[in-house]
């Protein structure tokens, strides 16, 4: 009997740790990327060379992601940081490789964009959000409105990852991560949520960064596991 209740015990806190991003026991797959941010640089060309830098800066976004290097992009809406415009995660653990790939695009090399690399540790499930992404309906925008496969969501971004997941976990928002991931140090980390603005999401994540995102509504299509938060790299 008392088998049967330390495994009742056992099992229930393993189904709590599953809620805010599984039992610490238990074995989670892992992928080592970099997550770039592109700032503002310190260059600002004339109007049309800027539309011509951003057209060459999008069809090489589509260039690294069919090389299977891009995985997940999209711009900020309002940050918390000004010279934040967008980030990319790579599908690279060096930073020197993606800082080479990062030189290919011509905001980069103009100067428009200045990089800034974070090492990341996450799920391998956000290999599948290329293919995701081409399994979307394509759809001419509407004048004044984003392209009809970008949605908006919040990017969440925490010195103390662990503290974030329990945070979320235990709150309305358990069901709203898109995807997550803890950074190269090991203890911070960032989740992305299905929420439309930061306004939506404050009221439960004070002490938080929040920053509005857009990216492709693919996202919503990746596996589970892409939501779990991974376990730190061994020391």
């Known amino acids: 009997m008392r088998g049967m209740t330390a495994a009742l015990v056992v099992g229930a806190v393993c189904v709590l740790g599953a809620m805010l991003g599984g039992c610490s026991g238990s074995a989670r797959a892992s992928a080592d990327y970099v997550m770039v941010y592109l700032k503002t640089g310190p260059a600002h060309p004339p109007t049309e060379e800027q539309r011509e830098i951003f057209k060459g800066h999008m069809a ?22 000004r010279t934040w415009r967008g980030i990319f995660v790579l599908d ?14 011509p905001g ?20 599948r959000a290329v293919e995701l992404e081409k399994q979307m309906p394509k759809g001419e925008a509407k004048p004044g409105e984003p392209p009809p496969n970008i949605r908006a969501y919040v990017m969440v971004t925490a010195d103390d990852a662990d503290a974030a997941r329990v945070v979320i976990g235990a709150s309305r928002l358990a069901d709203t991560v898109v995807w997550c991931g803890r950074f190269g140090d090991g203890a911070g980390g960032v989740f992305v949520l299905d929420a439309a603005k930061v306004g939506d999401v404050e009221g ?5 960064g929040l920053d509005g995102w857009w990216s492709t509504k693919a996202l ?6 892409a939501r779990v938060l991974v376990d730190a790299a061994p020391k």
């Open 60 to 81: 090489n976004m589509h260039c690294l992601a069919d090389e299977g290097k891009l995985l997940i992009a999209g711009p900020f809406d309002r940050p918390r940081d």
């Open 92 to 105: 690279t653990p060096s930073v020197e490789t993606a800082r080479e790939w990062t030189g290919t695009d």
């Open 108 to 127: 980069v090399k103009s100067g428009v964009f200045v990089t800034e690399m974070r090492a990341l540790r996450a799920s391998p499930a956000l290999r």
């Open 204 to 208: 439960e994540l004070l002490g938080f």
């Open 220 to 225: 919503m299509g990746l596996p589970e596991e």
